[in-house]
């Protein structure tokens, strides 16, 4: 299954890197589908369009919108915590550089039906990572029943940990009507789950170079959530908090859990 997963995604990264790299085209196909596609741009719609600009003729709602897309495209900062503060669970040296332990992803598959110009249920599907840049000089182990982590006597420049997440979320759109400048306020929520595709540990340091080592790590296999996102034009807020424990029941530290802030682009 998670090979299949791998192999979907790949192939739908690739088409967005192929369209971006192309130049700008617009095609309206006679059943209905609509391709756009700017080079250069954070934009990729290939499937049923979903126009933001006023239209020329009578729109029918409600109306149903699918396809590829390059959308909610997340950086920010990744904070763990324990319930009752933000330190690392007791047991566990998962100690975090707040400023560089980071979340990144973006939606690639969205399916949604508008109600009227301001109102929209979305399904997607996309990727999400979350990079833990540990601050002592520790290994977490591959292949363990149980978390283990060991202390090193090497003196790491780069010691990071990270997760790489299936993204499906279920998005309610409210977006206002447009400005004179042809822009809205949106406000984009919902709950959200995740499929693990893999664990990584990247390090750094004189004595051996570069290493990296891929694993499940005791992660999570399901997680879920919520999030929400207020933006303003193409960019805003976006604030995500996962329910249950970064890493596998009884495989890991109980009660740790995460959440993720900050700039997400393309509404």
């Known amino acids: 299954m998670k090979q299949l997963y791998l192999l979907t995604l790949g192939l739908l990264m690739g088409s967005v890197a192929q369209a971006q790299s192309s130049d700008t085209t617009s095609v309206k196909k006679t059943d209905g589908s609509h391709v756009i596609i700017e080079a250069g741009a954070v934009k990729v719609t290939v499937g049923k369009k979903d126009s933001t600009k006023t239209e020329k003729k009578t729109v029918k709602y409600p109306r149903f919108t699918y396809g590829l897309t390059f959308e909610h495209f997340d950086i920010g900062l990744s904070k763990y915590h324990t319930g009752s503060d933000f330190g ?4 566990y040296d998962l100690e975090t550089e707040t400023w560089k ?35 002592q000089n520790v290994t977490i182990q591959p292949e363990q029943p ?3 982590i ?13 997760s790489r997440y299936i993204r499906v979320p279920l998005y309610f759109e409210y977006r206002s009507p447009q400005s004179k400048k042809g822009k809205r306020t949106s406000i984009v929520f919902g709950p959200e789950v995740g499929f693990l595709l893999n664990g990584k540990v990247k390090q750094i340091s004189k004595e051996k170079g570069k290493e990296k080592f891929k694993d499940d790590f005791n992660l999570e296999p ?3 959530g919520a999030s929400i996102r207020l933006g303003y034009g193409g960019g ?18 109980a009660d740790y859990k995460n959440l993720s802030f900050g700039l997400t682009f393309g509404f």
């Open 101 to 135: 332990t980071s979340n990144v992803g973006f939606d690639l598959l969205q399916m949604g039906i508008r109600f009227n110009p301001n109102l929209k249920v979305v399904l997607a599907a996309g990727l999400d990572w979350n990079h833990m840049r540990l601050k």
């Open 236 to 253: 805003g807020l976006f604030f995500k908090y996962y329910f249950n424990d970064v890493f596998a029941k009884n495989e890991g530290p």
């Open 222 to 224: 399901f997680r879920y």
């Open 146 to 148: 149980t978390l283990t």
């Open 88 to 91: 690392a669970p007791n047991g």
């Open 150 to 162: 060991t202390d090193d006597a090497i003196d790491y420049e780069k010691n990071r940990f990270s």
